[in-house]
């Protein structure tokens, strides 16, 4: 059984840092692409930042240079790392692994709240 669990998610001031862990169990965990996503209540889930299995990063624009997202595979973890927090990154944080086309998993989530 697949499980991505996330956790370390909360409530920080503007300006802050927060860093979210997501523990996955039920695969190979190296060769799978991780991901981070974020949702806020009546938009769509989007992506925050992305590792490849060759540890290759990608970041949305409004992110960059703020988060670092990381992983270990001796940990079967990924890390985001979130510098600078604004009240626009409130939203709940998504984990998500996945190997091409074959599977596509999710975590339930982890709520990040930015108070202004």
């Known amino acids: 059984q697949v499980q991505l669990v996330e956790s370390g998610g909360g409530l920080v001031q503007a300006g802050g840092s927060l860093r979210i862990s997501c523990v996955a169990s039920g695969i190979t965990f190296s060769v799978y692409d991780m991901g981070w996503y974020r949702q806020v209540p009546g938009k769509q889930r989007d992506l925050v930042a992305r590792?490849?299995?060759?540890?290759?990063?990608d970041y949305v624009d409004s992110v960059k240079g703020r988060f670092t997202i990381s992983r270990d595979n001796a940990k079967n973890t990924v890390y985001l790392q979130m510098n600078s927090l604004k009240p626009d990154d409130t939203a709940v944080y998504y984990c998500?692994?996945?190997?091409?086309?074959?599977?596509?998993?999710w975590g339930k989530g982890t709520l990040v709240t930015v108070s202004s």
């Open positions: 590792i490849t299995r060759a540890s290759n990063t």
């Open positions: 998500n692994a996945r190997f091409g086309l074959r599977a596509d998993y």
